[in-house]
C-alpha cells in the first residue's frame, strides 16, 4: 500500500466559495492520518461546518484536490460516494435524526444499511444506548426527546459501525459537562480502536482533555497549525509504544 493509500483525507490547496461570493475556504491544504484524534477549532464564521461538509462529502470544492482513502473524490461519479460514505460517521450540529423512527432505530440504522442481521444487532445497540444513558428512551422519537438526548442519539448513531473516519460538528453543545466529558471518552475509545476523530468545536476546555490531540486552527478561511498536525505524520510520537 503506498503512503496516499495509507493516509485517510488529503486536502491540497482546496477553496471553496458559494456562488459569486468570495471563498469560504482558501488554499486549505492537509493530511489525516489513520488513527489521529484532531480537533477543529476557530471563531464563529472562521468555515468550520464548511470543512467538515467536504470531508463527509455533503459539498464538493470549488477548486484543489481532495483524496479519501487514496482515491480522488473531486472525479468520482455521484453513484460511487455512498461507498466512500459508509466508512464514515457523521454528527451533526442539527442532529438530523429520522423523526419516524424510535431511538433504538436511529441508532440501529447504519448497522441494517450495511447489512447486520437483526439478531446480531440488538446487543450493540442496547449498549451503545447504555453507554450514552438512553436505555430507559430507546423507545422515544426524536421530537419527544430534549436537545441533549437527541444529541445523544445522533453521537450513538456516528459511532455505532466503528467507522474509518467521524466527523462531529460541536458534538457537546447541547449536554452538561459531565456527559461531554463521557462522550469525548467514547470518541477517544473509538479512536484506540483505529478511527480518526475529528471534532470541530469553539469550547476550548475540550482541547485540554485529549492530551494526544492535535489542533487544526481556522481563521478567516485559512488553516493554522499550532500543534504541527499538518506539517509532519503524528504517527512517530503517538501511538508507537502504547500496544494499540
Given at each position: 500500500?503506498?503512503?496516499?493509500?495509507?493516509?485517510?483525507v488529503?486536502?491540497?490547496?482546496?477553496?471553496l466559495?458559494y456562488g459569486a461570493?468570495?471563498e469560504?475556504?482558501s488554499?486549505v491544504?492537509?493530511?489525516?492520518?489513520?488513527?489521529?484524534f484532531?480537533?477543529?477549532?476557530?471563531?464563529?464564521?472562521?468555515?468550520?461546518t464548511s470543512?467538515l461538509k467536504?470531508?463527509?462529502?455533503a459539498?464538493r470544492?470549488?477548486?484543489g484536490?481532495?483524496?479519501?482513502?487514496?482515491t480522488?473524490?473531486?472525479t468520482q461519479?455521484r453513484?460511487?460516494?455512498?461507498?466512500?460514505?459508509?466508512?464514515?460517521?457523521?454528527?451533526?450540529?442539527?442532529?438530523?435524526l429520522v423523526p419516524?423512527?424510535s431511538?433504538?432505530?436511529?441508532v440501529?440504522?447504519?448497522l441494517?444499511?450495511?447489512g447486520v442481521?437483526e439478531?446480531d444487532?440488538?446487543?450493540p445497540v442496547?449498549?451503545?444506548?447504555?453507554?450514552v444513558?438512553?436505555?430507559?428512551?430507546?423507545?422515544?422519537r426524536p421530537e419527544?426527546l430534549s436537545?441533549?438526548?437527541?444529541?445523544r442519539?445522533?453521537i450513538?448513531?456516528?459511532?455505532?459501525g466503528?467507522?474509518?473516519?467521524?466527523?462531529?460538528?460541536?458534538?457537546?453543545g447541547?449536554?452538561d459537562?459531565?456527559m461531554?466529558?463521557?462522550l469525548l471518552?467514547?470518541?477517544?475509545?473509538?479512536?484506540?480502536l483505529?478511527?480518526?476523530?475529528?471534532v470541530?468545536?469553539?469550547d476550548v476546555h475540550?482541547?485540554r482533555?485529549v492530551?494526544d490531540s492535535?489542533?487544526?486552527?481556522?481563521?478567516?478561511?485559512?488553516l493554522?497549525?499550532?500543534?504541527?498536525?499538518?506539517r509532519?505524520p503524528?504517527r512517530?510520537?503517538?501511538?508507537?509504544?502504547?500496544?494499540?
Amino acid at each position: 500500500m503506498s503512503e496516499a493509500e495509507d493516509d485517510i483525507v488529503t486536502f491540497d490547496n482546496v477553496g471553496l466559495r458559494y456562488g459569486a461570493d468570495r471563498e469560504v475556504l482558501s488554499n486549505v491544504s492537509f493530511t489525516l492520518y489513520p488513527g489521529s484524534f484532531y480537533f477543529l477549532t476557530g471563531a464563529s464564521g472562521a468555515g468550520k461546518t464548511s470543512l467538515l461538509k467536504l470531508l463527509y462529502l455533503a459539498q464538493r470544492p470549488s477548486r484543489g484536490v481532495i483524496r479519501m482513502f487514496g482515491t480522488d473524490i473531486i472525479t468520482q461519479p455521484r453513484h460511487r460516494l455512498p461507498a466512500f460514505r459508509r466508512r464514515l460517521g457523521v454528527v451533526f450540529q442539527d442532529f438530523r435524526l429520522v423523526p419516524h423512527l424510535s431511538a433504538f432505530d436511529n441508532v440501529a440504522l447504519p448497522l441494517r444499511v450495511s447489512g447486520v442481521r437483526e439478531a446480531d444487532l440488538q446487543k450493540p445497540v442496547h449498549d451503545m444506548l447504555d453507554w450514552v444513558g438512553l436505555t430507559q428512551r430507546k423507545e422515544a422519537r426524536p421530537e419527544t426527546l430534549s436537545g441533549g438526548e437527541q444529541q445523544r442519539v445522533a453521537i450513538a448513531r456516528a459511532v455505532i459501525g466503528r467507522p474509518d473516519l467521524l466527523v462531529a460538528d460541536e458534538p457537546t453543545g447541547n449536554v452538561d459537562p459531565d456527559m461531554a466529558l463521557k462522550l469525548l471518552r467514547l470518541f477517544e475509545a473509538l479512536n484506540r480502536l483505529g478511527t480518526t476523530v475529528v471534532v470541530a468545536t469553539h469550547d476550548v476546555h475540550l482541547l485540554r482533555k485529549v492530551p494526544d490531540s492535535l489542533i487544526m486552527r481556522l481563521d478567516k478561511g485559512q488553516l493554522g497549525d499550532p500543534t504541527g498536525a499538518l506539517r509532519y505524520p503524528p504517527r512517530s510520537r503517538r501511538r508507537d509504544g502504547d500496544g494499540a
